[in-house]
């Protein structure tokens, strides 16, 4: 319930105020049944924003420490981000990683939308950094379609280390849906699910005129904090 309250009442009027949201191929996300919308991640407000733009309710795979940031912003978010029934996921080991894949599973079982970024977590820089496997184990497993999604002009708003965003309009572009019911049967081999990953990514990358890179974001990060303390 809390969710439809802050799409239509409390956030996504605002939102739609001030960013204006211009969806694109938004007829590509089916009326019903299961999907994975996968996209780049480019800012804090991609989150915000997709759901503003989509009828349908659309559930994010979101990182624990959304949940867990310090101070005033910190405990709003999590308010948001708890009462909109998003996922939280550790990252902090394998464990982890398998409790956010039955935690999603779960809602594609229940035939509804599944938000995920192959990236694992938002791009330092703006350009579109190399897919993680895990968005291809859902698919493969609960054998729905991916739609491709890409946000556009959200780096410009809300870049990474930006306390308050920008008012400017962005675009949310869907593509057709991807289907991998071939790799039936072969849905565990390492060289099938990534495949399926860059396959997902180059159509993402279609869509957004990112730059690729061909590295993970987090090791990028990671060598990035690194210089920093050095």
């Not at 956010?100 to 594609?108: D, Y």
């Not at 920008?166 to 593509?175: A, E």
Request: contains cysteine; charged residues 20%; positive net charge.
């Amino acid at each position: 319930m809390f969710y439809y309250v802050l799409k239509y009442v409390l956030l996504g009027p605002l939102l739609r105020l001030l960013f204006r949201p211009q969806a694109e191929g938004i007829e590509h996300v089916p009326a019903e049944g299961a999907a994975i919308v996968a996209g780049n991640h480019l800012s804090f407000a991609d989150p915000l924003l997709m759901p503003a733009v989509l009828k349908r309710r659309i559930t994010f795979l979101a990182k624990a420490e959304y949940f867990t940031a310090p101070g005033l912003k910190g405990r709003l978010t999590a308010l948001v981000l708890r009462g909109a029934g998003q996922i939280s996921v550790d990252r902090s080991g394998r464990a982890a990683a398998q409790a956010a894949l039955r935690e999603g599973l779960g809602v594609l079982a229940k035939g509804e939308l599944l938000a995920i970024y192959p990236e694992g977590t938002r791009s330092p820089d703006g350009r579109l950094y190399k897919g993680k496997v895990g968005v291809a184990v859902m698919a493969l497993a609960a054998q729905v379609p991916v739609v491709p999604c890409a946000m556009v002009g959200t780096f410009g708003i809300w870049p990474p280390g930006r306390l308050l965003p920008r008012l400017r309009p962005v675009v949310i572009r869907f593509g057709q849906p991807l289907d991998f019911s071939r790799f039936a049967g072969v849905a565990h081999h390492k060289t099938v699910l990534r495949a399926v990953t860059d396959e997902i990514t180059y159509a993402v990358l279609r869509l957004s005129g990112q730059e690729y890179v061909d590295r993970y974001a987090a090791d990028v990060k990671a060598g990035q904090a690194k210089g920093r303390r050095g």
